[in-house]
Nanobody, 128 residues
Framework: QVQLVESGGGLVQAGGSLRRSCATSGRTFRIATMAWFRQAPGKESEFVAAIRWTGPNTYYADSVEGRFTVSRDNAKNTVYLQMNSLTSDDTAVYYC?????????????????????WGQGTQVTVSS
């Protein structure tokens, strides 16, 4: 199994920045892709960003492209989500997720059903 522990998040004013962290442990050698999803009240889960565990691939939702950056530190087994220029539309509970094996396919990596393990989720609130 893989365990994911999230940190960061909280309350920030519009235009501000936050950084989320997702520390992994356990069978991390099986991880192929890490991703961030978010869910706002009354809305479905939304893909935010993904990064390949090894290799340069990243992918972003159109809604965060150019504002958010996903990165990883394999030595620390940690994935980060740097969120800049935040707006009230970014208010949601954010989750990190890991997926074992599989190809780097946009259809697959943006689907929450494809992920095997999930972090506990943390609220991010952007005040206007």
């Amino acid at each position: 199994q893989v365990q994911l522990v999230e940190s960061g998040g909280g309350l920030v004013q519009a235009g501000g920045s936050l950084r989320r962290s997702c520390a992994t442990s356990g069978r991390t050698f099986r991880i192929a892709t890490m991703a961030w999803f978010r869910q706002a009240p009354g809305k479905e889960s939304e893909f935010v960003a993904a990064i390949r565990w090894t290799g340069p691939n990243t992918y972003y939702a159109d809604s965060v492209e150019g504002r958010f950056t996903v990165s990883r530190d394999n030595a620390k087994n940690t994935v980060y989500l740097q969120m800049n220029s935040l707006t009230s539309d970014d208010t949601a509970v954010y989750y990190c997720a890991s997926k074992e094996a599989g190809v780097w396919s946009i259809v697959i990596i943006t689907s929450p059903q494809r992920y095997d393990y999930w972090g506990q989720g943390t609220q991010v609130t952007v005040s206007s």
